[in-house]
């Protein structure tokens, strides 16, 4: 069941919504998630290719706060893993283009499509601890799991 997007204005007032809905790229009406990832996607390939260390700075901290942002945001929605709260797929998307066998525009598609596919489809483990893991930490775990799957079929195809 869909919820109601959260306005806009309330989002922008309050840091940890902003950061919690994607710098409002969790506002998309449809697809919020997907819009989330792009966003993500966008932002962190140019910064892992100019400033390394300041990327991996980012992700670090990324996944230090990214538990209780949130859940900040999922308690202010009033729903556990409101679609619009796309921080953990920020960061999902960042785990995979900071591991890729090598930086270049085929590698970060397939960054891209795998992780959206295993966030979507979220096969096992993933829908397991998507229904079992509750709090900002279960909205985190499983897009760490769907980047570790992203990433697994990704090394598995360069190797072939």
Known sequence: MAHPLPSTRAVFRRPDLWLAFGFGSGLAPKAPGTFGTLVGWLLFIPLWLTYPVLAMALLVAGLLAGSWLCQRAADWAGVHDHGGIVWDEFVGIWLVLIALPEQSWIWWLAALVGFRFFDIVKPWPIRWVDRQVH????????????????????????AV
């Open 135 to 158: 709090g900002g930490f279960g909205i985190m775990l499983d897009d760490v799991l769907a980047a570790a799957m992203a990433l697994a079929v990704i090394w598995l195809a360069a």
